[in-house]
């Protein structure tokens, strides 16, 4: 706010030129009036300064003072400057000089400051005029203005503070920066073809009229010669008449061409304003549309970010599943080399225990054959009893009801005559209907992989089992345990 209130007070007294300049610098247009020359300045001072103070043409104000300055007092800096040291400078240089040069220097409440303590002191500075532009400084620069917009952007590539601001979007403007100064050169190479035709036509115009002045200064001297002929000779004095009639009409058609001559000089001025004229709209034109498509190129650019980050964040979460994943898996697959070396060792142990009772067997065996040779004729007799007895012993015995959740490949371990099992495969656990009127229930985690542990964990009639008859086995030595723990207690019973 502090600088607002510097420019509310600032603007309104400045100069015609000064404003006129600061347009001209910084492109401002007032809506529906022109502010071309001086002229129309001051013929719509308050309306042009009402635009300037508008929001948008502050920030233009704003970025002029910060701009290199155009007269040498800028060497000097105001920043450890004290007020009164303020005032000696405003004296000699000029109040709206000093306000603008602390601006510049980024010093916009110190400049706040020391204007009002000048309003409250009513001081003489106050009704200083503006002298930071001369009118002679403001002409030049009108002459220039179009060099100066040209190597102002020529400039700003070679500026560092600029190249690191814009080091992400060079390559991307690089095309329409070349076009638009080559755009601008050859409106600079135009302006100055007209120049020196212009220059060429003043110098003619200037030798013909030296050349008038001559003819006319000789007609004059030949008509003194003339005059004093013609009373030396005695000739009468209607001959000198028509003599001096003639001279006459020659001077009267020498004026007259001369006079032409002005006006097709004046024609071909008014084409040069003109056609510099369609040049500035055609360049501004130029200038509008090459800040639309920047500011299109910007908003491209920014969409494309946005959707850069949108990757990465996706990619980001995509990788996290993809670990947690491969994670799970690699567990999974620990577990099952786990159980395969459990496996291995459990059937390396079977072995050895099926070929302990194998041969145990074979001895009893032999042991029963000869049994059988000796009491063979004694219990001949008494075999149809016995197997009546142990029909009906094997009719009074009943299996007991197992149901296996995760088949596995081989089921001949059991195969049992006290108990009776029912196999569910791993692929059905997520639907299959678990009855309630099993024995028992054991779920051999090592058949399940853990998706399917989970769907099994979700089936809403395996959850209504009682807890107290499902038995989880991890791996096949708790199913060899459970099972000869059965049979134990089958036998005893």
């Known amino acids: 706010m502090s600088e607002k209130e510097i420019w509310n007070w600032l603007v309104p007294r400045l100069s015609d030129n000064a ?64 007020l009164d040291n303020l005032k000696e400078i405003a004296k000699k240089e000029g109040l ?125 001297n030949k008509q003194k010669a003339l005059s004093s002929e013609i009373k030396e000779k005695g000739k009468t004095n209607e001959e000198l008449k028509k003599y001096t009639r003639k001279l006459q009409d020659d001077l009267k058609r020498a004026i007259k061409t ?25 360049h501004s034109k130029e200038t509008e549309e090459w800040e639309r498509e920047r500011k299109e190129l910007t908003e491209t650019l920014e969409l494309f970010e946005e959707e850069v980050e949108v990757l990465k964040t996706q990619h980001s979460k995509e990788t996290e599943e993809w670990e947690r994943g491969r994670k799970e898996l690699t567990e999974t697959l620990e577990l099952f080399e786990e159980e395969v070396e459990v496996l291995k060792t459990q059937h390396s142990k079977q072995a050895e225990e099926w070929g302990q009772k194998k041969k145990e067997l074979i001895e009893t065996l032999e042991l029963y054959e000869e049994e059988v040779k000796s009491l ?44 009776e099992f029912t196999f569910v495969k791993a692929e059905e656990v997520e639907n299959f209907a678990f009855p309630l009127n099993q024995d028992e229930y054991w779920v051999l985690g090592y058949e399940l992989t853990p998706k399917d542990r989970y769907l099994l964990k979700k089936n809403s009639s395996f959850s209504n089992l009682d807890k107290e008859r ?4 991890s791996n096949f030595l708790k199913v060899m345990d459970k099972l000869q723990a059965n049979n134990k207690n089958k036998s005893q019973k």
Not at 191 to 210: G, Q, S, W
Request: charged share 40%; net charge positive.
């Open 470 to 473: 499902v038995l989880y086995c």
């Open 19 to 82: 404003i006129l300049f600061i347009h001209e610098i910084e492109k401002v247009t007032c809506p529906g009036f022109r502010t071309n020359t001086v002229a129309d300045i001051k013929s719509n001072r308050k309306r042009i300064v009402s635009n300037l103070l508008t929001p948008k043409n502050l920030k233009k104000l704003s970025i002029w003072a910060r701009k290199p300055p155009i007269n040498g007092f800028t060497e000097e800096s105001l920043v450890e400057k004290s």
């Open 258 to 282: 001369t006079e032409v001559t002005q006006k097709k000089l004046a024609q071909e001025q008014k084409e040069r304003e003109n056609e510099l004229e369609t040049l500035k709209t055609q």
């Open 376 to 419: 063979r004729k004694a219990e001949i007799a008494t075999i149809p009893a016995k197997i009546e007895e142990i029909a009906v012993t094997k009719e009074e015995v009943e299996k007991e009801k197992i149901m296996v959740i995760g088949k596995p490949a081989y089921t001949d371990n059991f195969i049992n005559e006290l108990m």
């Open 96 to 220: 709206p000089e000093v306000l603008i040069k602390l601006i510049h220097e980024e010093q916009s409440e110190k400049a706040l400051e020391f204007l009002n303590i000048l309003i409250s002191e009513n001081n003489e500075l106050l009704e200083n005029k503006d002298s930071f532009i001369k009118k002679k400084k403001i002409s030049k620069e009108a002459e220039k203005i179009k060099s100066l917009r040209s190597q102002r952007g020529k400039k700003s590539l070679n500026s560092p503070k600029e190249n690191n601001e814009q080091e992400g979007k060079k390559e991307e403007k690089n095309d329409e920066e070349q076009l638009l100064n080559a755009a601008l050169s050859s409106a600079n190479n135009r302006i100055k073809k007209l120049e020196n035709k212009l220059e060429k036509l003043e110098t003619e115009f200037a030798k013909r009229e030296e050349s008038y002045k001559k003819r006319i200064e000789n007609g004059d």
